[in-house]
């Protein structure tokens, strides 16, 4: 079933301002019923290893990896693989922790359309939007921010005029401290995953379009593996959802700060160009907005091991939406 019916026809409001790490830190550390079921959820996984031949390793301090080395056959081994699916990837101690990275802000305002949209505006939209679908997953959401600023020192007000920064700071400092403070934030609160939304731009081909996920490498490789596990899911929802006969993949791109040394699984989601003038359009639609925030949370959900909420078919039938994108 879709995120998308489960999302539609709600109210959402949204709360101004960078959360803290010490408020999050309190969030993670309350006692839920939900994380007492995947704790049974974890055990009754180890019982059926014990029974059934299975062997597991540890990948990391909170995740397991099945690797099956018994002779079950028929619908009892579809059951046991069936368990190790839903919880091939999550943390037994606390709630996953996911970074949602609305691009650029304040005074970097990142590409913008001939008719004039920016970038920055729209990314912090659907971040917004991928941030209220994944609350309801148990899911730890911090947003880098939540209105239009950037992460640096050394401005007024919002720094989004010239004359606001202080000093001599030039602007192309102001981009490097944000980005560095995206970085450093993922890195401080050991994300379990780091997500960065953009929009694209290529003028010399306006007729270039479609989203795209890319994932780095200049990492350890566990990190690396990690983070082309997560850009492939994200992509394929990309793909399916908007169905607008886009085929770009998942790629791998290392020439960014928050993509260097990156210390979690870390993913840029380009959700389309600015430069083409009828995706420009779609871009600045809240509808579609919407869409694409519900296609990178299906691709997250689906890395972190967490199945999405069922709801009717008649729910489902009435949110669908087909985009088309075209010259």
């Known amino acids: 079933m879709s995120v998308k019916s489960v999302f539609n026809g709600r109210k959402h409001e949204y709360k101004c301002g960078i959360r803290g790490a010490e408020t999050k830190g309190a969030a993670r550390s309350e006692k839920s019923i939900n994380k007492r079921n995947r704790r049974i959820a974890v055990s009754a ?23 099956f080395a018994g002779t079950p056959t028929g619908d009892f081994l579809d059951k046991v693989t069936g368990v190790f699916q839903s919880v091939s990837v999550f943390s037994k101690d606390k709630e996953p922790v996911v970074i949602i990275d609305a691009g650029h802000g304040g005074i970097d305002g990142g590409a913008v359309s001939a008719s004039g949209i920016s970038e920055k505006d729209i990314n912090l939209g659907i971040s917004k939007f991928i941030e209220d679908i994944l609350k309801d997953y148990d899911i730890d959401v911090v947003m880098t921010r939540e209105e239009d600023k950037g992460l640096y020192t050394g401005v007024k007000n919002d720094g989004t005029e010239q004359m606001e920064i202080e000093g001599k700071r030039s602007i192309r400092s102001l981009k490097a401290e944000d980005l560095h403070a995206r970085r450093d934030m993922a890195d401080s609160l050991g994300a379990d995953a780091f997500v960065s939304i953009h929009l694209n731009s290529y003028k010399a081909d306006r007729s270039a379009f479609g989203a795209q996920t890319f994932y780095t490498t200049s990492c350890s490789e566990d990190v690396g593996e990690l983070s082309r596990n997560l850009a492939e899911r994200i992509q394929g929802f990309l793909l399916s959802d908007i169905d607008n ?10 020439d960014v700060v928050i993509m260097k040394n990156a210390g979690c699984p870390t993913v840029i989601v380009e959700c389309g160009f600015l430069s083409n003038a009828s995706e420009a359009e779609l871009l600045s639609s809240e509808d579609y907005q919407r869409t694409l925030a519900f296609a990178v949370s299906r691709g997250i959900l689906s890395y972190l091991g967490i199945d999405e909420k069922s709801v009717s ?6 949110s669908g939406m087909k985009i088309v994108v075209s010259d």
């Open 45 to 67: 996984a180890i019982l059926f290893v014990l029974c059934t031949g299975f062997c597991v390793r540890s990948v990391s301090g909170d995740s397991l990896t099945a690797v």
């Open 245 to 254: 006969g886009n085929d770009r993949t998942a790629l791998k791109k290392n």
């Open 313 to 318: 078919e008649e729910e489902e039938s009435s």
